[in-house]
C-alpha cells in the first residue's frame, strides 16, 4: 500500500474531531516534506473535512461512534448482590488456595493444615525468615 491508501485507510478509522485536526496536520506535515504531492494532500484533507463534518453531525445527533475502542458490555438484569452470591467454581477456588499458600509450604504438608492454620504458618515462616 502506498502513503495514500495508507493515510486514507487511517482516516476512515477516526473516530473524533481532534484526532481529524491532527490527522491534517500531519498530512501538511507529510505534504511540506515532500512525501505527498499536491494533489494527494488536497484531496486528503476534504476527506479530512467531510469526515470532521460527519463527526460532527453525528455528535449533533447522537448517532456519534463510541470514542473507546474496547467492547461496550450490555447491562446485565441481575442486581451486583445476586451476583455476587451465586455459585463458585470449586475447582478454581481450590486451585487459587493451592497457589496462594504454595510459598510458604511444601505441597506433601499443605493438606495436613486447614486454611486459617496455613496462613498462620505461613506469617511465622516468614517472620522467621526476616529475623535469621
Not at 475502542?69 to 488456595?97: C, D, F, H, M, Q
Not at 504454595?102 to 504458618?121: H, I, K, N, V, Y
Request: proline share 5%; net charge positive.
Amino acid at each position: 500500500m502506498d502513503l495514500y491508501s495508507t493515510l486514507s485507510l487511517w482516516l476512515t478509522n477516526i473516530r473524533a474531531v481532534p484526532d481529524v485536526d491532527d490527522f491534517s496536520r500531519r498530512v501538511i506535515e507529510l505534504h511540506s516534506v515532500e512525501k505527498l504531492t499536491d494533489d494527494e494532500a488536497n484531496r486528503l484533507l476534504e476527506k479530512a473535512s467531510c469526515r470532521s463534518g460527519q463527526l460532527r453531525i453525528a455528535r449533533s445527533e447522537g448517532l456519534a461512534p463510541p470514542s473507546s475502542y474496547y467492547p461496550e458490555t450490555t447491562v446485565s438484569g441481575i442486581s451486583r448482590w445476586l451476583a455476587a452470591t451465586g455459585s463458585r467454581n470449586p475447582e478454581r477456588w481450590n486451585r487459587k488456595r493451592r497457589l496462594g499458600d504454595m510459598a510458604s509450604l511444601a505441597p506433601q504438608f499443605r493438606d495436613l493444615f486447614t486454611e486459617g492454620e496455613r496462613s498462620a504458618t505461613g506469617l511465622v515462616l516468614a517472620q522467621r525468615q526476616f529475623a535469621t
